[in-house]
């Protein structure tokens, strides 16, 4: 029992250090009619190719967030609502994000280089 313990430590202290390097995007949709996409407080506009970690609230269960881009389509559920994580790598090109339902006013885009 001590050992699955042990192992089970081990393996989420492995991942948080694999996540530790990668740099954090944090994506945010609700509690009202708002998506946003952040680093450091700043909205993502451009970003260097390579690999994130996206941390993605959903504030309400009517919204979802929804990422598009070369090689990605990622979304959390319309009814989720709690935090999510994904290890993405981007490429070049551009990226949209939305909330489905609401994508006509709900969206946001960047571009990577």
């Not at 996540?19 to 451009?46: C, E, H, R, W, Y």
């Not at 309400?60 to 009814?79: A, C, D, E, M, R």
Request: a positive charge.
């Amino acid at each position: 029992m001590k050992l699955v313990a042990i192992a089970a430590v081990a393996a989420l202290l492995a991942v948080s250090a694999a996540l530790a390097g990668t740099p954090t995007l944090n994506g945010t949709d609700g509690p009202g009619f708002t998506i946003t996409l952040t680093q450091g407080g700043k909205k993502v506009s451009k970003l260097k190719a390579g690999t994130y970690v996206f941390k993605i609230a959903d504030k309400s269960n009517i919204h979802n967030f929804h990422l598009t881009g070369p090689g990605v389509n990622k979304k959390t559920g319309v009814g989720f609502k709690g935090t999510t994580t994904w290890k993405l790598t981007l490429k070049k090109g551009t990226y949209k994000y939305v909330c489905d339902p609401h994508a006509s006013f709900m969206h946001g885009s960047f571009t990577v280089s």
